[in-house]
């Protein structure tokens, strides 16, 4: 059975926390990648910027549904939802921009377990770190069909 370590891309483009919004999207499209890793100087994995990431930031957030009442506002919809889309709106750096909650793998995993774990969780790339948190790879959907074929 293959595993992370032989199907995952080794050359990846990352950006540092504080790398300008505008820099991450142009480094995305120069690249060709709809994800790009955020790392620190030891390249430890600290977030990721993805489309969906970069998406919202270019859209203007949806604003909840709200009652007046009594001088108040009663919202009719989750402001947890506005709020992370309102932060992302208003990014100005990686760390502002990322997703910072990242399914990683190991290197260990085999190609049962990635795509598993790609399909419960709805994710189209998973970062592969070491035990200390070290950015080694990614492995995308692509990587995923090279691997089968």
Same mark, same amino acid.
Request: glycine fraction near 4%; include cysteine.
């Given at each position: 059975?293959?595993?992370? /370590? &032989?199907? @995952?891309? +080794?050359?990846?483009?990352?950006?540092?926390?504080?790398?300008?919004?505008k820099t =991450? =999207?142009?480094? @995305?499209?120069?690249?060709?990648?709809?994800a790009i890793?955020?790392?620190?100087?030891?390249? +430890?994995?600290?977030?990721?910027?993805?489309?969906a990431?970069?998406?919202?930031?270019?859209?203007?957030?949806?604003?909840?549904?709200?009652?007046?009442?009594l001088g108040?506002?009663?919202?009719?919809?989750?402001? !947890?939802?506005?709020?992370e !889309?309102? /932060? /992302?709106?208003?990014? &100005?750096t990686?760390?502002?921009? @990322?997703?910072?909650?990242?399914?990683?793998?190991?290197?260990?995993?085999?190609?049962? !377990? %990635? =795509?598993?774990i @790609? &399909?419960? +969780? &709805?994710?189209?790339?998973?970062?592969?770190?070491?035990?200390?948190?070290?950015?080694?790879? %990614?492995?995308?959907?692509?990587?995923?069909? +090279?691997? =089968?074929n």
């Amino acid at each position: 059975m293959k595993t992370a /370590k &032989q199907i @995952m891309t +080794k050359s990846i483009h990352s950006v540092n926390p504080t790398a300008a919004v505008k820099t =991450i =999207i142009q480094k @995305m499209a120069k690249a060709g990648v709809t994800a790009i890793p955020v790392v620190d100087k030891k390249n +430890k994995l600290l977030g990721i910027v993805t489309e969906a990431d970069v998406a919202t930031h270019e859209l203007n957030p949806h604003t909840p549904r709200a009652i007046s009442l009594l001088g108040g506002l009663i919202y009719l919809e989750n402001t !947890e939802k506005y709020n992370e !889309e309102l /932060k /992302k709106f208003c990014a &100005q750096t990686a760390s502002d921009l @990322m997703t910072k909650e990242v399914i990683t793998i190991n290197e260990n995993a085999t190609l049962d !377990e %990635i =795509i598993a774990i @790609m &399909q419960e +969780k &709805q994710v189209g790339r998973l970062p592969v770190i070491d035990e200390k948190g070290i950015l080694k790879g %990614i492995v995308t959907r692509t990587d995923i069909i +090279k691997a =089968i074929n």
